[in-house]
């Protein structure tokens, strides 16, 4: 009977051990033993379902602490996962289309203790970056350009006899819509490239998408009929591919008729010679994982369409995708967003007053329409979207297209508001030269975030539109130096004849709480002096101007009193101010926060040389580099145009004196 107990003891010793070492492996964490994707790939497909949500979990914790993007990476997860479970990456090309769907790439990819410095100052980039991993094949900080850019590796890949490796481009978040990835499909339909586009369709881009592309997407995601089908279609298909050449051709003119009899309409990737498989669960990451080994396989170029909600696993996310797609400081728990509080009225951002202000020009002008591509929430056209529905126009990530566009609308006698960031103005060029200024069209350009962009790094910084837009004949080139300034800009803007028009104001928040003042018209190429002064000249343009303010009040508390002159327009110059500083002042301090080469310290130094006059000439702005990411003072004071810096400047060559301040 003891033998027995003993016995039993003893088994049941060893079976609840059994359960609580299964439990254990149950819930034992896998995330932190994965570095890179060969760590990964130690573990069973089954295992890939807790991974992808250890993976989410991570991204919440460190994005509500640290700031970022943040719906996007979460909608990708089980997408990231099984790409990197199925290739052979980093010698398999992927490509990441737009790079704020990154994060769980990063963090897989051996950059996991680095991820809490995603996006700060000498940190991790906030996009795919080459200098920073062999895993990111490509810089894509803006949208669009992975289908071209995966396409030339494959086209190199096949010329160096590299058969065996995989090009992958995952596009979504919108940057379908831009016509480079549409010339990357038409290429790549003609090249027998191995080159898969995956599709992540999540039906948004910062605001939800706009357009037939749209429209088409969502009737092929509802289709039931081709829904119910699709599975056993492409099983079938890709074991029947196998066969041989032959077979292949045979298996390519049934996929095509019944995926045309199913959708009733010509499948457009099909169209361009692209294999289209799709649209699949992108949340089944094993599902995935299994596709993408299949698709390997299939020769020539394919398209996988992944069906994906934006903001995946974060409840709030998922419901408001616009407001989440870039939050800021979160409480993970509560989902509160922590914003600054102040018990003191604070001056509106620039986008803000633009957005307001466009409504009321445009409620007393008939002929104002307002143009922006994908980014209404981002530059403020959501308040004209919102109160006049008919005359505000959400493009798409398409910036060539938007700024035609607008100049059709001038043909008519419109007035075109064409609202796009500064960098990414840079996109559409060529289309502002030849189709607005060559026909000198009154088409309006609000360029938002010019010059430092902040923690979106240097794909994002505003740097060159004073110098790209001054090299082009009929163009007024003007930045405001307040919120009042950029008001009366738009009111000059929108006058009879004005012309082709540029407006640049930088991200965040202006310097006046009482902002909304009575429109006045500007006299076009006119500045304006701040105060009066002696030894030294300071020359601003735009929002800097407010740091030369602070920089005279410091150095007139020490006897040092420069002149402070708001230049208003780059182009054209205020040529009777510039007559005066340089016959009464011997050093000139230009100011700008754009690119020194061809800014507007530039185009100073242009009229001096023109006149013959031999001031010195000190510039300040951004110097001829990229410059990485950090918070918008950080990077003032570290390229030298912050107040400290101005002070610094001007006690260089301005003298010291006991007299009453002669600053007004």
Known sequence: ?????????????????????????????????????????????????????????????????????????????????????????????LVWDVGHQAYGHKILTGRKSVFHTNRIMNGISG?????????????????????????????????????DRQHVAVIGDGAMTAGLAFEGLNHAGIENSNLLVILNDNCMSIDPNVGALKEYLTSITTSKSYNRFRDDISNVLIKLSELGPNAHKFV?????????????????????????????????????????????????????????????????AEKDQTKWHAPGLFDKITGEIKKPVSDKPQPPKYQDVFGHTLVELAEANKKIVGITPAMPSGSSMNIMMKAMPTRA???????QHAVTFSAGLATQGLVPFCNIYSSFMQRAYDQVIHDVAIQNLNVVFCLDRAGFAGSDGATHHG????????????????????????????????QENAGPFSIRYPRGNGVLTDWKRPFKVLEIGKGRKICDGEDVAILTIGHVGNFAVEAC?????????????????????????????????????????????????????????????NSHVVRLGIPDEFIDHGEQPELWALCGFDTNAIITAVKKTAVRRTTATIAS
């Open 252 to 316: 390519k003119k049934i996929e095509k008729s019944i995926k045309g009899t199913l959708l009733k309409q010509s499948n457009l990737f099909e169209a361009l010679n692209f294999r289209y498989f799709g649209p699949v669960d992108g949340h089944d990451v094993q599902r995935l994982a299994q596709i993408i080994s299949d698709l390997k396989d299939i020769p020539g170029p394919k398209l996988l369409h992944c069906v994906t909600v934006k903001g995946k696993g974060f409840a709030l």
């Open 463 to 494: 740097a060159y539109d004073l110098a790209y837009m001054r090299c082009i004949p009929n163009m007024t080139v003007a930045a405001p130096m307040n919120e009042e300034e950029l008001r009366n800009l738009m009111y000059t803007a929108q």
């Open 553 to 613: 009040k410091e150095l007139n508390s020490e006897g040092i009193h420069p002149a402070h002159y708001d230049m208003r327009f780059v182009k054209p110059l205020d040529e009777a101010l510039l007559h005066d500083v340089f016959k009464r002042y011997k050093n000139v301090i230009t100011v700008e926060d754009g690119c020194l080469q061809g800014g507007m310290g530039s185009a100073v130094l242009e009229f001096m040389a023109d006149h013959q006059y």
């Open 1 to 93: 009977m003891i033998f027995l107990l003993s016995l039993a003891t003893k088994y049941l010793t060893l079976y609840f051990y059994s359960i609580k070492h299964c439990m254990e492996d149950i819930t034992r964490p896998l995330l932190p033993n994965i570095n890179y994707p060969a760590d990964l790939k130690q573990y069973k497909e089954q295992d890939l379902e807790q991974i992808c949500q250890e993976l989410r979990q991570y991204i919440i914790d460190v994005v509500s602490v640290n700031g970022g993007h943040f719906g996007a990476s979460l909608g990708v997860v089980e997408l990231t996962v099984a790409l990197h479970y199925a290739l052979n990456t980093p010698y398999d090309k």
């Open 393 to 399: 126009f959400d493009v798409g990530i398409a910036e």
């Open 127 to 163: 996009f795919p970056k080459i200098s920073e991993s062999e895993y990111d094949t490509f810089g894509v900080g803006h949208s669009s350009t992975s289908i071209s850019a995966a396409l030339g590796m494959a086209v190199a890949s096949h010329y160096k006899g590299e058969t």
